[in-house]
Nanobody, 115 residues
């Protein structure tokens, strides 16, 4: 089974930036379609915000397009999410997982956008 360790979250002011990292183990990462999700306060559903193919082709949801960019480093088994121009609506716990959500979830990393 896959194991995911998300990091890089924190408290940031509106308009600020953060870079999240996801360390992956236990799966064939280089051949796994990966994604970023977030869970906002009071919601049970984890929202898909970005995904990236094993070849490194990314796509982003309308909610974050133009502000967030995902990338991956297959030899290091790492995935990244660069987040710019953050707003209060981006406050959430951020998770990484396979695109098909088939692996156990990690703890996530909290992102709080507030002045």
């Amino acid at each position: 089974q896959g194991q995911f360790v998300e990091s890089g979250g924190g408290l940031v002011q509106p308009g600020g930036s953060l870079r999240l990292s996801c360390q992956v183990s236990g799966i064939d990462f280089s051949n796994t379609y990966m994604a970023w999700y977030r869970q906002t306060p009071g919601k049970r559903e984890r929202e898909l915000i970005a995904d990236i193919s094993s070849a490194g082709n990314p796509s982003h949801s309308n909610a974050v397009k133009g502000r967030f960019t995902t990338s991956r480093d297959n030899p290091k088994k790492m995935m990244y999410l660069q987040m710019n121009d953050l707003t209060a609506e981006d406050t959430a716990v951020y998770f990484c997982n396979s695109r098909d959500r088939s692996q156990p979830w990690g703890q996530g990393t909290q992102v709080t956008v507030s002045s």
